[in-house]
């Protein structure tokens, strides 16, 4: 895939909802393959949004099924491609809204914000939720990441249409940055 231009990528534990964000984000059903069963999303896939911009679907982390060896080398691949594209410009980081961040989205976090890189984490799958507990998963979420420079939060579900204008700006806005 050529390195001009800039994207962004979707990353996140396996079967939180990457690929449905995307889709629902582009307004393309089948664009990125999603499935009930965790690791589906195997490659790094790349969706062009024009000539110059690019969404990023990584394949997810933290599935017990999936045999060590494979999982290893999915992590690997997910480092090399976030330590080395230079026209990535920030992380998406969807995480179950009725869910603590795991160990690995927490590295993840960490890594971005040492590395001045942001990230905007999508509370999904918050259909699940009542209004109520939305925004208490909201203000949690929050106040777990109160003081990590360049992150922002938002709710999200990719079945109910719930966030996804807001999270269309967001990204317009981290593709626009200047590299
Ligand atoms: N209720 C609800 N279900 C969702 C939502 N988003 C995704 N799902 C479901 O969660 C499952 C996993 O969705 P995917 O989009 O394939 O997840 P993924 O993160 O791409 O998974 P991998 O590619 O395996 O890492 C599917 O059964 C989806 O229908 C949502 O916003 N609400
Ligand atoms: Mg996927």
Redesign the pocket.
Known sequence: MDDTGAEVA?A?????????????ITSRKAL???????????QIIFFRLDDHFRLV?L???G?AKVPAALQQHWEKTVQRYLEERKTLRALIL?VDCRREPTAPDRKLIEWCATADLPIHILL?????LGRGKRLQALRDANKFLQGIPLVTTQL?????S?GVDEARERIAELLSQKA
């Open positions: 979707f996140g534990r396996s079967n939180v909802g990457k690929s449905s964000a995307i889709n629902a990125a393959r999603t499935s009930k069963t965790p690791g589906r999303t195997q679907d394949p997810g982390y599935y969807p999904t799958k918050c259909d699940k999200f579900s990719a079945t109910q719930i």
